[in-house]
Each structure stands twice: as C-alpha cells, then as structure tokens.
C-alpha cells in the first residue's frame, strides 16, 4: 500500500504546544527514515485499528509517498481499504525528563519525545503495480537477511514463498 500525505508532513496537527513543533522537512523526512518501523493506523467499524510495519518513503518533487505491506489477514488491511484513510507514526528517541531538571519548585515531571505523523489516502497495490512484498526491502536490507536456522534447509527467497510472485532480488 502507499500513501501520500494529505497534510504535509510537519504540520500543526500533532501537539498542540506549537513551541515543540517542527517544520524542517529534511529532518523530519531524515528522523522518518531513521525510525522506519512505524505505527499505521485507521478505523473499522468504529473502532481504532493499527498495525506495525517498516515504511520506506519515496520523495517525487515535492511530493511523498509511503509504502508498506500489511498482510491482507491483517484487520488493518481491510481497514484501510475500507477509510482509505490511514495516520502513520514515526517514534523516534523518548525519555522521562524529572522536574528536578527544571531547578523550579511546582513543576511536575514530563516525556521527551520525537515522532513524525503522516496522514493521507491509501492506494493498496493491485495486480498490475509493481510487487510490493520483497520491494520494500531496500537492496542492502534483504543483503542481511539472517541466515536460515541450522537443519531448516535453504535461505528464504520470494520465489520459494506461494505467497509472493514477484522477481528476482537481482532484477528489483
């Protein structure tokens, strides 16, 4: 599936103490990639749905679109096809920050954090696009796939998989 982001990323829509807002897109594009495994979120049936899975963004112009695999099992999946709207959450570093930091009396204790929010249409992949199962590994990712467990013959591909129809790991 990908998605491209209605709201560009960086916008006011997460915190609502502007002092802690960010608006430098190369850092939050940088801060995205560095935190790829993200949080995709929507809705079935009134309830919230997420789902955990790496993201890669791919830059166009101006333009920015995320792209992941959910398994078509995943109740996500059908979510997002559903909404066609998803939320997605990149988390960065976090820590507690005590009050005795602030050498204040009365202050109470917070959480330092850093996420990247993007929100925007979901386009799932159909037959004709190209396969997005092994594709969204980047090449030097799927170069360090742990080797298969002593005894349990030879190492996945997608060609041993009746799952995935996709190309060679050299031709994509």
């Known amino acids: 599936m990908t998605v491209s982001p209605a709201r560009p990323i960086g916008t006011d829509a997460m915190h609502p103490s502007r002092v802690f807002h960010e608006h430098d897109r190369a850092l939050l594009l940088e801060t995205a990639r560095q935190n790829a495994f993200a949080l995709i979120i929507s ?26 695999h959910l398994a078509n099992a995943n109740p ?4 997002l096809k559903q909404t066609g709207q998803t939320l997605v959450v990149f988390t960065g570093p976090h ?3 005590s009050p005795d930091w602030y050498g204040q009396p009365d202050q109470v204790g917070t959480w330092n954090y850093i ?8 386009t799932p992949l159909t ?13 030097c990712t799927r170069a360090n796939l742990p080797q298969s467990p002593p005894g349990h013959g030879t190492r996945w591909t997608p060609q041993s998989s009746p799952a995935c129809s996709l190309p060679s790991p050299a031709s994509s």
């Open 127 to 139: 037959a004709d696009a190209p396969p997005g199962c092994w594709t969204i590994f980047p090449p």
């Open 95 to 97: 820590a507690y920050v």
């Open 115 to 122: 996420s990247v929010e993007a929100e925007g249409p979901v």
């Open 43 to 68: 809705s079935l049936n009134n309830r919230p749905i997420a789902a955990h899975a790496p993201v890669l963004l791919d830059e166009a112009g101006a333009d920015i679109h995320l792209r992941f």
């Open 76 to 79: 996500a999946t059908e979510a």
